[in-house]
Nanobody, 125 residues
Framework: QVQLVESGGGSVEAGGSLNLSCAAS????????VAWFRQAPEKEREFVAS????????YYGDSVKGRFTISRDNVKTMVYLEMNMLKPEETAVYYC??????????????????WGKGTRVTVSS
């Protein structure tokens, strides 16, 4: 069982930056790939980024490549998402999720076994 708690959301102007954090508790955090997803109002939850168990491999959604960076610290059992050059259309609730493999999480949210409750990000134009 893994518990995930997101933080760091807030309001920012377009072009600005935010850093999200996901605190994990429970057994064997390092055995899980971890991802960030986001869900805008009336839209499906979409993949943002994922990181492998060791942190060596990362995957990104096409729309965030070059602007977002995911990382993890297995000692602190934390996962981070650095978001730069934010756009108004990226206003959403951002969720942390854990699953077997980061590559699987990148394919579909159905591969996530655990979810946090989300943190809201608002980007104003």
């Amino acid at each position: 069982q893994v518990q995930l708690v997101e933080s760091g959301g807030g309001s920012v102007e377009a072009g600005g930056s935010l850093n999200l954090s996901c605190a994990a508790s429970g057994r064997s955090f390092s055995r899980y790939g971890v991802a960030w997803f986001r869900q805008a109002p009336e839209k499906e939850r979409e993949f943002v980024a994922s990181v492998s168990r060791s942190g060596d491999n990362t995957y990104y959604g096409d729309s965030v490549k070059g602007r977002f960076t995911i990382s993890r610290d297995n000692v602190k059992t934390m996962v981070y998402l650095e978001m730069n050059m934010l756009k108004p259309e990226e206003t959403a609730v951002y969720y942390c999720a854990a699953g077997n493999r980061a590559a699987e999480l990148a394919k579909h949210r159905g591969y996530a076994d655990y979810w946090g409750k989300g943190t809201r990000v608002t980007v104003s134009s």
